[in-house]
């Protein structure tokens, strides 16, 4: 079990640059999860997915945010004409698609926007 | 809508004595609660949960947490905090209903433990 991996760990980027993060879940693991997480706040949820199905998204995530699973394994979060706004630390977990079941995180990806 | 509160910023304790991180929560069902604990520049690790049935729940570490229905609160203790136990401890809540799977966070607590 090597845990859920994201790459980059840091991307600093101008505003109004596109960004494109990675998520690789747990392996066996068919849930996967997008968050947000500002200074001195709590995880914010973005979306998730099961398999390759995005089943809810946040108010939070505008039209600027999309996120893809495309075969059920990893996922990307890209962000598009990126905003100062836009700087925080970018949270993936993953999960079985079991009653209960607890959402295992990376160590994300802390994104700057100059 | 589910919503968590954990009104300390931050927890003081020395080395040895007992350490709680009080959490109060709100949701529409019956909950499911869940800490979590972040260290400097890390991701969040999964401590424990309360899913149904006992209402002390035992986790990694020597944490453990109390569920009490009737005040909403799930509090995480520890018989004897040790220094390495210093971090950012965050209480999450989700409804038991099929259709809600986002974890709502708490703001978070620091803990500090002094030598």
């Known amino acids: 079990d090597t845990g859920v991996s994201q790459d980059p760990r840091h991307k600093i980027t101008k505003r109004g640059q596109n960004v494109t993060f990675r998520c690789d879940p747990i392996?066996?693991?068919?849930?996967l999860y997008w968050y947000r997480q500002t200074l001195g706040q709590g995880p914010e949820f973005l979306t998730y997915?099961?398999?390759?199905?995005?089943?809810?998204k946040s108010r939070l995530l505008s039209d600027r945010f999309s996120a893809e699973r495309p075969k059920g394994s990893f996922s990307t979060l890209e962000i598009q004409r990126t905003e100062q706004g836009d700087s925080a630390m970018y949270l993936c977990?993953?999960?079985?698609?079991?009653?209960?079941?607890?959402?295992?995180f990376g160590p994300g990806t802390r994104l700057t926007v100059t | 809508a589910q919503s968590v509160a954990q009104p300390e910023d931050q927890v003081n304790v020395a080395e040895g004595n007992p350490l709680t991180v009080k959490c109060t929560y709100s949701?529409?069902?019956?909950?499911?609660l869940f800490w979590y604990v972040q260290y400097p520049n890390r991701g969040l690790q999964f401590l424990l949960k309360?899913?149904?049935?006992?209402?002390l729940v035992k986790g990694s570490y020597g944490f453990e947490a109390e569920f009490n229905k009737s005040q909403t609160s799930f509090h995480l203790k520890k018989p004897s905090a040790l220094v390495s136990d210093s971090a950012l401890y965050f209480c999450?809540?989700?409804?038991?209903?099929?259709?809600?799977?986002?974890?709502?966070f708490g703001t978070g607590t620091r803990l500090l433990v002094s030598p």
């Open positions: 999450a809540v989700r409804d038991d209903g099929a259709g809600f799977q986002k974890l709502v």
């Open positions: 309360y899913i149904t049935g006992d209402n």
């Open positions: 977990a993953s999960s079985l698609a079991l009653e209960g079941y607890e959402q295992y």
């Open positions: 949701v529409s069902g019956n909950p499911y």
């Open positions: 392996s066996e693991h068919n849930r």
């Open positions: 997915f099961q398999n390759e199905a995005q089943l809810e």
